[in-house]
């Protein structure tokens, strides 16, 4: 694992978007596995920016989301489809875009096709990552098979918590969600896992430490070798 210890948040959203960056200068067709959440939100903005002011082109790249919630419609304010859409696609106009769908009438077989999908047009050449502070990687949480593929999670209770300051009130945060597996995620070419803040030492303390457990999710992006680690001096704190 490249790690790269950074100032504060916009120095982490900046690296991410050169790195993002420069692999689609190389690969103008690449596929690239997205994340939402608070982490990557300086990083699309960085994003948009090169594509407004520098002609970044994406429009032969390929994106994959991570995750769904389950029984969100897709215009629903707080759907992942409206986030992407709000922060990204909207900004920058993409080839193919890919999303679960949570609200499938058979979720199974949603969870089945989108696997399909992804090993058809994928797998993504890099995958961005935030890690939830019990150290979930996509939704996949503590206790998740290193080896799953893309399933329906019920979130823990942790992870409804804090995500309930998206939502209007704790309750109204979904219980379950779609989400590529630890197994999908690992079959991505490079990794770049970001994380920023105090809320996310523990998460990346315990991760530096180099034990796989599934009991702690993104140990196993030790599987991976090529997984590149940005984060800020207040999630990296003292470090191992
Ligand atoms: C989001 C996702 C989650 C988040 C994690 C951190 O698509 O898969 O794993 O990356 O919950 O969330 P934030 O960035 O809000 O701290």
Redesign the pocket.
């Given at each position: 694992m490249k790690i790269k210890v950074v100032k504060d948040y916009e120095e982490m959203s900046r690296e991410a978007a050169l790195f993002i960056e420069k692999n689609v200068r190389e690969n103008p067709q690449l596929t690239l596995g997205l994340?939402?959440?608070?982490?990557?939100l300086g990083t699309y903005r960085f994003l948009a920016q090169g594509h407004r002011e520098r002609k970044m082109d994406y429009s032969r790249v390929t994106t994959f989301?991570?995750?769904e919630y389950v029984g969100l419609p897709k215009n629903h304010e707080h759907s992942?489809h409206s986030f992407m859409q709000k922060h990204l696609f909207s900004l920058v106009p993409f080839g193919r875009t890919y999303i679960p769908n949570g609200e499938a009438a058979d979720l199974e077989e949603e969870c089945i096709a989108y696997e399909r999908l992804i090993e058809k047009e994928g797998p993504p050449d890099i995958q961005l990552?935030?890690?939830?502070?019990n150290g979930?990687?996509?939704?996949n949480e503590p206790g998740a098979s290193f080896e799953g593929e893309t399933h329906v999670e019920t979130l823990a209770e942790t992870?409804r918590k804090?995500?309930a300051r998206f939502f209007p009130s704790p309750e109204d945060v979904p219980k379950e969600a779609i989400?590529m597996g630890i197994g999908s995620i690992l079959k991505s070419r490079k990794i770049l896992l970001l994380a920023s803040g105090l809320?996310?030492n523990e998460a990346i303390r315990r991760l530096l430490k180099g034990e796989m457990d599934e009991s702690f999710p993104a140990s196993a992006l030790y599987h991976h070798e090529n997984v590149t680690l940005i984060v800020d001096e207040e999630a990296y704190g003292k470090g191992v």
């Open positions: 994340a939402t959440g608070g982490t990557p989301n991570l995750d992942y990552l935030g890690i939830g502070s979930h990687i996509g939704f992870t804090a995500n989400t809320r996310k």
